[in-house]
Protein backbone atom coordinates (compact mmCIF):
# COMPACT_ATOMS: atom_id res chain seq x y z
CA UNK A 1 0.00 0.00 0.00
CA UNK A 2 1.28 3.70 -0.79
CA UNK A 3 2.61 5.75 1.87
CA UNK A 4 4.04 8.98 2.05
CA UNK A 5 7.54 8.62 1.42
CA UNK A 6 10.48 10.11 4.06
CA UNK A 7 11.95 11.14 0.97
CA UNK A 8 9.19 13.40 -0.71
CA UNK A 9 10.98 16.83 1.28
CA UNK A 10 14.48 15.49 -0.76
CA UNK A 11 15.88 14.93 -3.84
CA UNK A 12 17.93 12.05 -5.09
CA UNK A 13 21.44 13.95 -6.83
CA UNK A 14 24.82 11.76 -7.40
CA UNK A 15 23.22 8.72 -5.37
CA UNK A 16 21.68 10.13 -2.13
CA UNK A 17 18.56 11.73 -1.09
CA UNK A 18 19.58 15.10 0.07
CA UNK A 19 17.73 18.26 1.00
CA UNK A 20 17.04 20.82 -1.21
CA UNK A 21 20.16 23.95 -1.45
CA UNK A 22 19.42 27.69 -0.69
CA UNK A 23 16.03 29.22 0.04
CA UNK A 24 13.83 26.56 1.08
CA UNK A 25 9.85 26.89 -0.36
CA UNK A 26 7.13 23.82 -0.44
CA UNK A 27 4.54 22.78 -2.78
CA UNK A 28 1.12 21.41 -1.28
CA UNK A 29 0.06 18.45 -3.06
CA UNK A 30 -3.71 18.49 -3.79
CA UNK A 31 -5.64 14.81 -3.94
CA UNK A 32 -8.14 15.95 -6.88
CA UNK A 33 -11.10 13.36 -5.68
CA UNK A 34 -11.77 15.82 -2.64
CA UNK A 35 -9.96 19.09 -3.68
CA UNK A 36 -7.73 18.06 -0.07
CA UNK A 37 -4.19 18.31 0.79
CA UNK A 38 -2.60 14.94 0.55
CA UNK A 39 0.89 16.05 1.08
CA UNK A 40 3.67 18.73 0.32
CA UNK A 41 7.04 18.52 -1.38
CA UNK A 42 9.91 20.64 -1.62
CA UNK A 43 10.69 23.30 -4.32
CA UNK A 44 14.32 23.24 -5.67
CA UNK A 45 16.20 26.47 -6.88
CA UNK A 46 19.42 27.05 -9.60
CA UNK A 47 21.38 25.50 -6.46
CA UNK A 48 19.60 22.45 -6.70
CA UNK A 49 19.53 22.40 -10.77
CA UNK A 50 23.37 23.26 -10.72
CA UNK A 51 24.23 20.39 -8.17
CA UNK A 52 22.12 17.83 -9.82
CA UNK A 53 23.69 18.70 -13.35
CA UNK A 54 27.41 18.86 -12.46
CA UNK A 55 26.61 15.27 -10.88
CA UNK A 56 25.40 13.76 -13.96
CA UNK A 57 27.98 15.70 -15.95
CA UNK A 58 30.65 14.06 -13.63
CA UNK A 59 29.35 10.85 -13.95
CA UNK A 60 29.16 10.55 -17.96
CA UNK A 61 32.51 9.97 -18.79
CA UNK A 62 32.52 6.16 -16.86
CA UNK A 63 28.73 5.23 -17.15
CA UNK A 64 28.76 5.98 -21.00
CA UNK A 65 31.63 3.53 -21.59
CA UNK A 66 29.78 0.96 -20.05
CA UNK A 67 29.24 -2.21 -22.24
CA UNK A 68 26.25 -3.33 -22.83
CA UNK A 69 25.98 -6.43 -20.60
CA UNK A 70 26.38 -3.89 -17.36
CA UNK A 71 23.23 -1.78 -18.30
CA UNK A 72 21.12 -4.82 -19.58
CA UNK A 73 22.41 -6.21 -15.86
CA UNK A 74 20.54 -2.83 -14.71
CA UNK A 75 17.49 -2.21 -16.99
CA UNK A 76 16.33 -6.47 -15.99
CA UNK A 77 17.16 -5.19 -11.90
CA UNK A 78 15.15 -1.84 -12.73
CA UNK A 79 12.35 -3.89 -13.89
CA UNK A 80 12.46 -6.02 -11.36
CA UNK A 81 12.16 -3.50 -8.64
CA UNK A 82 9.71 -1.71 -10.40
CA UNK A 83 7.26 -4.70 -10.68
CA UNK A 84 7.63 -5.59 -6.73
CA UNK A 85 6.29 -1.71 -6.31
CA UNK A 86 3.45 -1.42 -8.72
CA UNK A 87 0.49 -1.32 -6.60
CA UNK A 88 2.04 0.83 -4.92
CA UNK A 89 2.79 3.22 -7.40
CA UNK A 90 -0.56 2.74 -9.36
CA UNK A 91 -1.60 4.02 -5.91
CA UNK A 92 0.60 7.04 -5.49
CA UNK A 93 -0.71 7.92 -9.45
CA UNK A 94 -4.47 7.71 -8.07
CA UNK A 95 -3.83 10.17 -5.11
CA UNK A 96 -1.83 12.74 -6.89
CA UNK A 97 -4.16 12.73 -10.60
CA UNK A 98 -7.30 11.09 -10.02
CA UNK A 99 -7.15 8.09 -11.85
CA UNK A 100 -9.41 5.27 -11.21
CA UNK A 101 -7.23 2.71 -9.32
CA UNK A 102 -8.79 -0.08 -10.36
CA UNK A 103 -9.52 0.38 -14.49
CA UNK A 104 -6.53 2.64 -15.33
CA UNK A 105 -3.82 3.10 -12.75
CA UNK A 106 -3.20 -0.49 -12.07
CA UNK A 107 -3.66 -1.81 -15.35
CA UNK A 108 -2.12 0.95 -17.62
CA UNK A 109 -1.12 4.20 -16.01
CA UNK A 110 1.73 2.42 -13.58
CA UNK A 111 2.21 -0.57 -15.92
CA UNK A 112 2.86 1.36 -18.96
CA UNK A 113 6.32 2.58 -17.12
CA UNK A 114 7.25 -1.57 -16.61
CA UNK A 115 6.52 -1.87 -20.50
CA UNK A 116 9.18 0.60 -21.27
CA UNK A 117 11.66 -0.66 -19.51
CA UNK A 118 11.08 -4.21 -20.48
CA UNK A 119 10.70 -2.41 -24.37
CA UNK A 120 14.57 -0.93 -23.66
CA UNK A 121 15.88 -4.32 -22.31
CA UNK A 122 14.55 -6.08 -25.40
CA UNK A 123 16.09 -3.44 -28.07
CA UNK A 124 19.00 -3.08 -26.06
CA UNK A 125 19.76 -6.45 -26.23
CA UNK A 126 19.38 -5.94 -30.18
CA UNK A 127 20.68 -3.09 -31.15
CA UNK A 128 23.61 -2.12 -33.64
CA UNK A 129 25.83 0.55 -31.77
CA UNK A 130 28.27 0.25 -34.93
CA UNK A 131 28.09 -0.30 -38.43
CA UNK A 132 30.36 -0.59 -41.23
CA UNK A 133 30.14 1.15 -44.71
CA UNK A 134 32.81 0.40 -47.35
CA UNK A 135 36.07 1.81 -45.10
CA UNK A 136 33.97 3.97 -43.10
CA UNK A 137 32.81 2.55 -39.43
CA UNK A 138 29.52 4.71 -38.34
CA UNK A 139 29.18 4.86 -34.38
CA UNK A 140 26.46 5.64 -32.26
CA UNK A 141 27.44 6.84 -28.95
CA UNK A 142 25.20 8.57 -25.93
CA UNK A 143 24.67 12.38 -26.74
CA UNK A 144 25.51 12.98 -22.87
CA UNK A 145 24.03 14.87 -20.04
CA UNK A 146 20.06 14.71 -20.45
CA UNK A 147 17.04 17.02 -18.98
CA UNK A 148 14.02 15.06 -18.74
CA UNK A 149 11.29 17.29 -18.32
CA UNK A 150 7.79 15.35 -17.65
CA UNK A 151 3.55 16.21 -17.02
CA UNK A 152 1.33 15.02 -14.65
CA UNK A 153 -1.49 13.26 -17.13
CA UNK A 154 0.64 9.84 -17.41
CA UNK A 155 2.97 10.04 -15.03
CA UNK A 156 4.88 6.83 -15.47
CA UNK A 157 4.99 6.25 -18.74
CA UNK A 158 6.18 10.15 -19.33
CA UNK A 159 8.92 9.44 -17.19
CA UNK A 160 10.01 5.69 -18.04
CA UNK A 161 10.04 6.28 -22.09
CA UNK A 162 12.28 9.03 -21.44
CA UNK A 163 14.49 7.54 -18.70
CA UNK A 164 14.80 4.14 -20.04
CA UNK A 165 16.60 4.70 -23.04
CA UNK A 166 18.77 7.49 -22.10
CA UNK A 167 19.72 4.66 -19.51
CA UNK A 168 20.08 1.93 -22.02
CA UNK A 169 22.20 3.68 -24.58
CA UNK A 170 24.55 5.23 -21.61
CA UNK A 171 23.50 8.41 -20.62
CA UNK A 172 23.41 10.58 -17.61
CA UNK A 173 20.17 12.65 -16.71
CA UNK A 174 18.58 14.89 -14.38
CA UNK A 175 14.67 14.30 -14.40
CA UNK A 176 12.15 16.90 -13.09
CA UNK A 177 9.07 15.78 -12.49
CA UNK A 178 5.71 17.82 -12.89
CA UNK A 179 4.86 19.26 -9.15
CA UNK A 180 1.24 17.99 -9.46
CA UNK A 181 2.45 14.03 -9.83
CA UNK A 182 5.54 14.05 -7.68
CA UNK A 183 4.50 10.68 -5.40
CA UNK A 184 5.26 7.96 -8.49
CA UNK A 185 8.33 10.35 -9.18
CA UNK A 186 9.64 10.26 -5.81
CA UNK A 187 9.30 6.20 -5.90
CA UNK A 188 10.55 6.08 -9.34
CA UNK A 189 13.62 7.67 -7.57
CA UNK A 190 13.59 4.99 -4.97
CA UNK A 191 13.60 2.14 -7.50
CA UNK A 192 16.34 3.85 -9.14
CA UNK A 193 18.32 3.64 -6.20
CA UNK A 194 16.97 -0.23 -5.38
CA UNK A 195 18.42 -1.16 -8.18
CA UNK A 196 21.70 0.41 -8.44
CA UNK A 197 22.09 2.86 -10.98
CA UNK A 198 25.15 4.29 -10.79
CA UNK A 199 26.10 7.45 -8.85
CA UNK A 200 25.39 10.47 -10.80
CA UNK A 201 23.58 8.61 -13.32
CA UNK A 202 19.84 9.41 -12.30
CA UNK A 203 19.14 12.32 -10.84
CA UNK A 204 15.80 13.90 -9.35
CA UNK A 205 14.80 17.34 -8.23
CA UNK A 206 11.25 18.55 -7.64
CA UNK A 207 10.41 22.18 -8.79
CA UNK A 208 8.13 24.48 -10.53
CA UNK A 209 8.09 23.58 -14.26
CA UNK A 210 8.65 27.36 -15.66
CA UNK A 211 11.70 28.10 -13.58
CA UNK A 212 13.35 25.17 -13.01
CA UNK A 213 11.90 24.11 -16.75
CA UNK A 214 14.41 27.19 -18.16
CA UNK A 215 17.33 26.49 -16.35
CA UNK A 216 17.71 22.76 -17.41
CA UNK A 217 16.92 24.15 -21.26
CA UNK A 218 19.69 26.64 -20.81
CA UNK A 219 22.17 24.70 -18.58
CA UNK A 220 25.82 24.97 -20.53
CA UNK A 221 26.23 21.22 -19.16
CA UNK A 222 23.23 19.73 -20.64
CA UNK A 223 23.30 18.22 -24.07
CA UNK A 224 19.85 17.45 -24.94
CA UNK A 225 16.31 18.20 -23.40
CA UNK A 226 12.89 15.86 -23.57
CA UNK A 227 9.85 17.42 -22.71
CA UNK A 228 6.64 16.33 -23.00
CA UNK A 229 4.12 18.88 -22.40
CA UNK A 230 2.42 21.89 -24.34
CA UNK A 231 3.34 22.81 -27.47
CA UNK A 232 3.75 26.38 -25.39
CA UNK A 233 5.88 25.07 -23.24
CA UNK A 234 8.35 23.18 -25.96
CA UNK A 235 8.48 27.08 -27.67
CA UNK A 236 9.82 27.89 -24.70
CA UNK A 237 12.18 25.68 -23.88
CA UNK A 238 13.79 26.04 -27.56
CA UNK A 239 14.15 29.51 -26.87
CA UNK A 240 16.06 28.44 -23.88
CA UNK A 241 18.26 26.07 -25.09
CA UNK A 242 18.91 27.70 -28.19
CA UNK A 243 22.17 29.79 -27.64
CA UNK A 244 23.72 26.26 -26.71
CA UNK A 245 22.40 24.47 -29.58
CA UNK A 246 21.15 21.85 -28.03
CA UNK A 247 18.84 18.70 -29.52
CA UNK A 248 15.28 19.29 -28.34
CA UNK A 249 13.07 16.34 -28.26
CA UNK A 250 9.45 17.45 -27.81
CA UNK A 251 6.40 15.93 -27.40
CA UNK A 252 3.67 18.52 -27.21
CA UNK A 253 -0.02 18.92 -27.60
CA UNK A 254 -2.58 17.62 -30.04
CA UNK A 255 -5.68 18.22 -31.56
CA UNK A 256 -6.68 14.72 -32.96
CA UNK A 257 -9.25 13.72 -35.86
CA UNK A 258 -11.12 10.46 -35.83
CA UNK A 259 -12.15 9.70 -39.19
CA UNK A 260 -14.89 7.27 -39.04
CA UNK A 261 -15.57 6.86 -42.90
CA UNK A 262 -19.56 5.92 -44.23
CA UNK A 263 -18.50 2.09 -44.25
CA UNK A 264 -17.65 1.42 -41.04
CA UNK A 265 -19.81 0.05 -38.28
CA UNK A 266 -21.06 3.12 -36.78
CA UNK A 267 -22.14 1.14 -32.83
CA UNK A 268 -18.62 0.14 -32.98
CA UNK A 269 -16.59 3.09 -34.26
CA UNK A 270 -18.67 5.24 -32.81
CA UNK A 271 -18.10 3.55 -28.87
CA UNK A 272 -14.68 3.31 -29.34
CA UNK A 273 -14.01 6.42 -30.48
CA UNK A 274 -16.15 8.17 -27.26
CA UNK A 275 -14.39 5.73 -25.08
CA UNK A 276 -10.86 6.35 -26.08
CA UNK A 277 -11.70 9.82 -25.94
CA UNK A 278 -12.92 9.71 -22.14
CA UNK A 279 -10.68 7.64 -20.71
CA UNK A 280 -8.23 9.45 -18.12
CA UNK A 281 -10.99 11.76 -18.31
CA UNK A 282 -9.77 13.34 -21.63
CA UNK A 283 -6.39 14.32 -20.15
CA UNK A 284 -4.13 12.85 -23.28
CA UNK A 285 -2.11 14.10 -26.04
CA UNK A 286 -3.02 11.77 -27.96
CA UNK A 287 -7.28 11.81 -27.46
CA UNK A 288 -9.54 11.57 -30.82
CA UNK A 289 -11.21 14.59 -29.54
CA UNK A 290 -12.28 15.32 -32.86
CA UNK A 291 -14.69 12.99 -34.27
CA UNK A 292 -15.76 13.25 -37.92
CA UNK A 293 -18.26 11.66 -39.05
CA UNK A 294 -20.74 11.63 -42.10
CA UNK A 295 -23.59 14.35 -42.23
CA UNK A 296 -25.92 11.95 -43.54
CA UNK A 297 -25.94 9.72 -40.35
CA UNK A 298 -25.29 12.46 -37.43
CA UNK A 299 -28.95 11.75 -35.86
CA UNK A 300 -27.81 7.81 -35.81
CA UNK A 301 -23.95 9.21 -34.43
CA UNK A 302 -25.77 11.39 -31.89
CA UNK A 303 -27.82 8.65 -30.38
CA UNK A 304 -25.04 6.43 -29.77
CA UNK A 305 -22.98 8.96 -28.72
CA UNK A 306 -25.79 9.37 -25.98
CA UNK A 307 -25.79 5.87 -24.97
CA UNK A 308 -22.32 5.65 -24.45
CA UNK A 309 -21.63 8.57 -22.22
CA UNK A 310 -24.56 7.29 -20.32
CA UNK A 311 -22.51 4.41 -18.91
CA UNK A 312 -19.18 6.09 -17.80
CA UNK A 313 -19.07 5.86 -14.38
CA UNK A 314 -17.88 9.42 -13.22
CA UNK A 315 -16.91 9.49 -9.60
CA UNK A 316 -14.23 8.34 -6.29
CA UNK A 317 -10.71 7.46 -8.19
CA UNK A 318 -10.98 4.55 -5.65
CA UNK A 319 -14.55 3.10 -5.89
CA UNK A 320 -13.68 -0.27 -8.35
CA UNK A 321 -16.65 0.24 -10.36
CA UNK A 322 -15.68 4.18 -11.38
CA UNK A 323 -14.08 4.34 -14.81
CA UNK A 324 -13.75 8.38 -15.17
CA UNK A 325 -12.37 10.14 -12.59
CA UNK A 326 -11.35 13.71 -11.73
CA UNK A 327 -9.20 16.20 -13.69
CA UNK A 328 -5.92 15.95 -12.41
CA UNK A 329 -6.08 19.65 -10.77
CA UNK A 330 -7.85 22.85 -10.21
CA UNK A 331 -6.17 24.54 -12.84
CA UNK A 332 -7.07 22.23 -15.90
CA UNK A 333 -10.70 21.89 -14.24
CA UNK A 334 -11.30 25.44 -14.36
CA UNK A 335 -9.76 25.60 -17.85
CA UNK A 336 -12.16 22.93 -19.28
CA UNK A 337 -15.01 24.73 -17.45
CA UNK A 338 -14.04 27.68 -19.61
CA UNK A 339 -13.91 25.82 -22.58
CA UNK A 340 -17.38 24.08 -22.32
CA UNK A 341 -18.58 27.58 -22.03
CA UNK A 342 -16.79 28.73 -25.50
CA UNK A 343 -18.26 26.16 -27.17
CA UNK A 344 -21.77 26.74 -26.06
CA UNK A 345 -21.10 30.59 -26.81
CA UNK A 346 -19.76 29.56 -30.26
CA UNK A 347 -23.25 28.09 -31.24
CA UNK A 348 -22.23 24.28 -30.70
CA UNK A 349 -24.97 22.05 -30.04
CA UNK A 350 -24.43 20.41 -26.31
CA UNK A 351 -25.26 16.94 -26.76
CA UNK A 352 -24.02 15.47 -23.08
CA UNK A 353 -22.83 17.49 -20.01
CA UNK A 354 -23.85 18.47 -17.54
CA UNK A 355 -21.03 19.63 -15.12
CA UNK A 356 -22.84 21.96 -12.92
CA UNK A 357 -24.73 19.60 -11.76
CA UNK A 358 -21.80 17.19 -10.61
CA UNK A 359 -19.73 20.33 -8.71
CA UNK A 360 -23.20 21.12 -6.57
CA UNK A 361 -23.27 17.12 -5.55
CA UNK A 362 -19.60 16.00 -5.45
CA UNK A 363 -16.34 17.67 -3.84
CA UNK A 364 -12.89 17.83 -6.16
CA UNK A 365 -12.45 18.39 -9.50
CA UNK A 366 -15.05 16.32 -11.26
CA UNK A 367 -16.64 16.92 -15.31
CA UNK A 368 -19.14 14.74 -16.69
CA UNK A 369 -17.90 13.42 -20.50
CA UNK A 370 -18.78 16.48 -22.53
CA UNK A 371 -20.02 16.08 -26.39
CA UNK A 372 -20.77 18.60 -29.00
CA UNK A 373 -21.87 18.42 -32.02
CA UNK A 374 -23.01 20.81 -35.17
CA UNK A 375 -19.63 22.00 -34.61
CA UNK A 376 -17.30 23.78 -37.56
CA UNK A 377 -13.72 23.10 -37.64
CA UNK A 378 -13.25 26.60 -36.92
CA UNK A 379 -14.87 27.01 -33.84
CA UNK A 380 -12.45 27.77 -30.94
CA UNK A 381 -13.48 23.97 -29.45
CA UNK A 382 -11.98 22.26 -32.94
CA UNK A 383 -9.11 24.10 -33.06
CA UNK A 384 -7.27 24.55 -29.36
CA UNK A 385 -6.84 21.10 -27.17
CA UNK A 386 -9.16 21.28 -24.53
CA UNK A 387 -7.62 18.74 -22.12
CA UNK A 388 -10.29 17.42 -20.91
CA UNK A 389 -13.30 15.16 -21.26
CA UNK A 390 -14.46 16.93 -24.31
CA UNK A 391 -15.47 15.64 -28.06
CA UNK A 392 -16.59 17.57 -30.77
CA UNK A 393 -18.33 16.32 -33.48
CA UNK A 394 -17.86 17.45 -37.23
CA UNK A 395 -20.05 16.30 -39.66
CA UNK A 396 -18.37 15.92 -43.49
CA UNK A 397 -19.98 15.31 -47.11
CA UNK A 398 -16.95 13.17 -48.81
CA UNK A 399 -13.93 11.36 -47.65
CA UNK A 400 -12.23 14.49 -49.46
CA UNK A 401 -13.20 16.95 -46.90
CA UNK A 402 -12.83 14.89 -44.17
CA UNK A 403 -9.42 14.51 -44.76
CA UNK A 404 -9.09 18.38 -45.63
CA UNK A 405 -10.54 19.03 -42.32
CA UNK A 406 -8.91 16.23 -40.40
CA UNK A 407 -5.43 18.14 -41.79
CA UNK A 408 -6.34 21.84 -41.38
CA UNK A 409 -4.93 21.63 -37.15
CA UNK A 410 -1.49 23.11 -36.36
CA UNK A 411 -0.87 19.87 -34.42
CA UNK A 412 -0.36 16.46 -35.95
CA UNK A 413 0.47 13.93 -33.12
CA UNK A 414 -2.47 11.53 -33.93
CA UNK A 415 -4.66 10.33 -35.92
CA UNK A 416 -8.00 7.55 -35.96
CA UNK A 417 -9.79 5.84 -38.88
CA UNK A 418 -12.68 3.26 -38.49
CA UNK A 419 -14.32 1.24 -41.79
CA UNK A 420 -14.99 -2.06 -41.98
CA UNK A 421 -12.08 -2.46 -45.22
CA UNK A 422 -8.41 -1.82 -43.33
CA UNK A 423 -6.99 -1.44 -47.05
CA UNK A 424 -9.61 1.95 -47.12
CA UNK A 425 -8.23 2.69 -43.72
CA UNK A 426 -5.04 2.81 -44.55
CA UNK A 427 -5.59 4.43 -47.94
CA UNK A 428 -7.32 7.48 -45.37
CA UNK A 429 -4.09 7.29 -42.89
CA UNK A 430 -1.68 7.67 -45.40
CA UNK A 431 -2.70 11.05 -46.76
CA UNK A 432 -3.23 11.99 -42.81
CA UNK A 433 -0.96 14.59 -41.30
CA UNK A 434 0.20 12.79 -38.29
CA UNK A 435 2.90 11.51 -36.77
CA UNK A 436 0.59 8.05 -35.87
CA UNK A 437 -2.57 6.69 -37.35
CA UNK A 438 -4.39 4.13 -35.48
CA UNK A 439 -7.09 1.89 -37.61
CA UNK A 440 -10.31 0.35 -36.57
CA UNK A 441 -9.77 0.43 -33.27
CA UNK A 442 -6.11 -0.69 -33.06
CA UNK A 443 -4.36 -0.48 -29.18
CA UNK A 444 -0.53 1.34 -28.68
CA UNK A 445 2.40 -0.43 -30.12
CA UNK A 446 4.82 -0.19 -27.02
CA UNK A 447 7.95 -0.63 -29.55
CA UNK A 448 6.42 1.79 -32.91
CA UNK A 449 7.79 5.95 -32.72
CA UNK A 450 5.56 8.06 -30.84
CA UNK A 451 5.66 11.47 -31.99
CA UNK A 452 3.75 13.75 -34.20
CA UNK A 453 4.38 16.79 -37.25
CA UNK A 454 3.78 20.38 -36.93
CA UNK A 455 3.70 21.67 -33.72
CA UNK A 456 2.89 18.46 -32.01
CA UNK A 457 6.71 18.18 -31.48
CA UNK A 458 9.88 17.14 -33.02
CA UNK A 459 11.40 13.40 -32.70
CA UNK A 460 10.61 10.50 -31.54
CA UNK A 461 9.78 8.52 -28.37
CA UNK A 462 9.15 4.42 -28.16
CA UNK A 463 11.43 1.47 -29.06
CA UNK A 464 14.52 1.84 -30.72
CA UNK A 465 13.22 5.03 -32.16
CA UNK A 466 13.77 6.52 -28.30
CA UNK A 467 17.17 5.34 -28.65
CA UNK A 468 17.79 7.28 -31.99
CA UNK A 469 17.18 10.54 -30.07
CA UNK A 470 19.61 10.23 -27.51
CA UNK A 471 22.51 9.16 -29.89
CA UNK A 472 24.71 11.29 -31.83
CA UNK A 473 26.14 9.37 -34.81
CA UNK A 474 30.12 9.42 -35.51
CA UNK A 475 31.62 8.48 -39.01
CA UNK A 476 35.37 7.12 -38.77
CA UNK A 477 36.62 7.01 -42.32
CA UNK A 478 39.26 5.12 -43.66
CA UNK A 479 38.67 2.18 -41.08
CA UNK A 480 40.32 -1.13 -41.92
Known amino acids: MFQQSKNHKSFFINGAWIAPSGEQSCHDVINPANGRVSGSISFGSAIDVNIAIQAAFDAFPEYSNTPVEFRVALLERICAVYERRLDELAEAITLEMGAP ?36 IVIKEPIGVCSLITPWNW ?23 SQNSPYSAIIFAEIMEEAGVPVGVFNMINGQGRQLGELLASHPLVDMVSLTGSTQAGASLTVAGAETVKRMSLELGGKSANIILSDADLEQAVRHGVLHMMSNSGQSCTAPSRMLVPRTHLEQIEQIIVKVCSEIKVG ?9 GPMANARQYHLVKEFIGVGIKEGAKLLVGNEEELARSTEGFYIYPTVFTNVDNNMKIAREEIFGPVLVVIGYDSEEEAIAIANDSIY ?14 SAVAKRMRTGMVHLCGAAIDINAPFGGYKQSGNGREWGAAGFEEFLETKSIMGAL
Open 101 to 136: LHKLSRPLQAAIGLWHFQSALETLKQYSFESKYGST
Open 155 to 177: PMNQVACKVAPALAVGCTMVLKP
Open 412 to 425: GLAGYVHSSSLSHA
Open 316 to 324: DPMDPETTM
